[in-house]
């Protein structure tokens, strides 16, 4: 599968965006797709993943509460809407694809990622 990342961009304290990745291929069902995010010299952290058929979702607890992980299996893309956002979540958001369900926060087990999506919040 391949993934590209759209969606980000430049917004205030407080603002709203949605990233969406749009998957190639004809079994993006069959993945759990996950968002990460890498902010500048950090490493990578898990934001969220969502089960191949968005039945269950899973949440860093920085973003619980403030971000929702979606998708539609039909347009072969996952969403991701961030609300209430904040400085700290300045970064490079990745969206990822793995087939199984266990250790969904690990980006090592991710055998596809998107090219990443820059959001920006200012104070």
């Known amino acids: 599968v391949q993934l590209q990342a759209s969606g980000g961009g430049l917004v205030q304290a407080g603002g709203s965006l949605r990233l969406s990745c749009a998957a190639s291929g004809r079994t993006f069902s069959s993945y759990v797709m996950g968002w990460f995010r890498q902010a500048p010299g950090k490493e990578r952290e898990f934001v969220t993943a969502?089960?191949?058929?968005?039945?269950?979702?899973w949440y860093a607890d920085s973003v619980k509460g403030r971000f929702t992980i979606s998708r539609d299996n039909a347009k072969n893309t996952v969403y991701l809407q961030m609300n209430s956002l904040k400085p700290e979540d300045t970064a490079a958001y990745y969206c990822?694809?793995?087939?199984?369900?266990?250790?969904?926060?690990?980006?090592?087990?991710?055998?596809?990622w998107g090219q990443g999506t820059l959001v920006t919040v200012s104070s």
């Open positions: 969502i089960s191949q058929r968005g039945i269950y979702s």
């Open positions: 990822a694809a793995k087939l199984k369900t266990d250790n969904y926060y690990s980006g090592r087990l991710y055998t596809a």
